[in-house]
């Protein structure tokens, strides 16, 4: 799976980029069939809590899927933005099987 990881308007510190393609990574596990991810890193304005907004869309052989998450860090925002799209790829992977 290749992983593209763009911070707008900031420079993504080497730590933060390991922990984005780790924790992305781990999206194989619930399916095959994955062939991209962006991650898309940007901070929202005003400057106020809450202001990290992390996107990822995951694109598999037979569509995508997205999932958009505004925290206080982006390592929170990435957690749940993979929770999001781990149940997401489970779902695909059930309606795959009942076919």
């Known amino acids: 799976m290749e992983i593209k990881i763009k911070s707008i308007h900031f420079d993504a510190t080497e730590k933060l980029q390991g922990f984005?393609?780790?924790?992305v990574?781990?999206?194989e596990q619930f399916h095959d069939g994955i062939l991209q991810?962006?991650?898309v890193l940007k901070v929202v304005k005003p400057e106020t809590a809450k202001n990290k907004s992390t996107s990822i869309r995951i694109k598999i052989k037979n569509g995508d899927c997205f999932a958009e998450k505004i925290c206080d860090t982006f390592e929170e925002a990435v957690d749940t933005a993979v929770d999001?799209?781990?149940?997401?790829?489970?779902?695909?992977?059930?309606?795959?099987?009942?076919?």
């Open 25 to 27: 990574a781990k999206l």
């Open 37 to 39: 991810a962006d991650v």
């Open 84 to 99: 999001a799209l781990e149940k997401q790829l489970l779902k695909i992977k059930e309606k795959s099987r009942e076919k």
């Open 20 to 23: 984005i393609e780790k924790k």
